[in-house]
């Protein structure tokens, strides 16, 4: 096998006797994620008694396990020197508070100055994780708390806690229209049916649901909490915009520019050159995956997003008084 590859041996201990192959296997490697795991099942990469089997095949105790796979792809990326803003910190994970227009992995017109190039200047052990250690991603312009595992163990725990939906994240969100109440978007995303770069709802694409509720109300604004229950590229973003609310300053989901009737100066600069869509990642929470304790972090709302809402806010007051 090649000098990066994985492979792994173990008994199936006589305790496991009757059940399922693929929960036994995330309990002999836990420092691999449960949806990794499966995939090895379901490739022939992870064979039971030298045989392909089934996730669900069910264990008599005693059988051989082996996992022959491929290496997860570890960065290539070069360590530069670019301020982090750092919210939590220890052995196990770095919790980060990304600004706006901070790309996180290198890539196609952003080969450095990233999120994964910073982290590496912070810790150079993340060179040896898949992808720097990040398990979830931000857009380039939305803002917010985001967090990076240090170790293969803390990179399978959180893996396996998104993937069954137990990472709590909350983001605000600026939209158009006045809602009157919140609710839920669950419409099934995809990559656009013309357009790659973009994603849109579609009838065969993946699960995607979108918890949203009002946090303050304006003439023709709205700010939002909204809550993932699914994690699907850009889902907050083409949810809103199905639902005929996109997100303020959004590029390529946000519609023509909205705004209120007689509206003062500073709100009509603030809304046309907010030229990013004004959404952010307000908290994280997450069960610590070396103590098993709740960890709940906050990352501040930027200044740019907190005078646009100061400036909505004063537009509301100075309507309601009849000015």
């Known amino acids: 096998m090649p000098a990066d590859a994985i492979e792994l041996r173990a008994t199936v201990p006589d305790s496991a006797a009757g059940r399922r192959f693929d929960a036994v296997l995330a309990e002999l490697f836990p420092e691999h994620s449960r949806s990794r795991l499966a995939g090895w099942i379901k490739s022939g990469q992870a064979r039971l008694d030298g045989r392909e089997v089934r996730p669900r095949e069910t264990l008599h105790g005693g059988e051989q396990v082996t996992v022959q796979a491929e290496a997860e792809v570890r960065t290539d990326a070069g360590a530069e020197d670019i301020p982090l803003s750092i919210l939590y910190e220890d052995a196990h994970v770095i ?154 300053g959004d590029p390529v989901y946000g519609g023509p520019l909205k705004l209120p009737r007689g509206a003062d100066p500073a709100l009509v600069e603030a809304l046309r050159g907010f030229r990013r869509q004004a959404l952010h990642a307000e908290v994280l929470e997450f069960v610590h995956p070396a103590t098993g304790e709740p960890l709940r972090c906050q990352a501040p709302v930027p200044t740019d997003m907190q005078a646009l809402v100061e400036l909505l806010r004063e537009d509301e007051r100075a309507h309601a008084q009849g000015r």
Do not use: W
Not at 179 to 188: H, K, N, R, S
Not at 231 to 239: D, L
């Open 95 to 248: 919790v980060v508070d990304k600004p706006a227009g901070l790309v996180v992995h290198p890539g196609a017109g952003n080969p450095t100055g990233t999120l994964v190039n910073a982290l590496l200047h912070h810790d150079p052990g993340l060179e040896a994780l898949p992808r720097a250690g990040i398990v979830h991603r931000l857009d380039k312009d939305t803002s917010g708390v985001m967090v990076v595992t240090r170790s293969p163990q803390a990179h399978a725990a959180l893996s396996d806690q998104l993937s069954s939906r137990e990472v709590h994240r909350q983001y605000l969100a600026v939209v158009v229209g006045a809602l009157v109440a919140g609710g839920t978007a669950d419409a099934p995303i995809d990559r656009h049916p013309r357009d790659r770069l973009r994603m849109a709802v579609r009838g065969d694409g993946r699960e995607a649901v979108t918890h949203f509720r009002l946090r303050e109300r304006f003439r023709i604004h709205t700010l939002l909490e909204c809550r993932l229950e699914t994690g699907r590229t850009h889902q907050i973003r083409v949810h809103m915009a199905h639902l005929k609310h996109p997100i303020v």
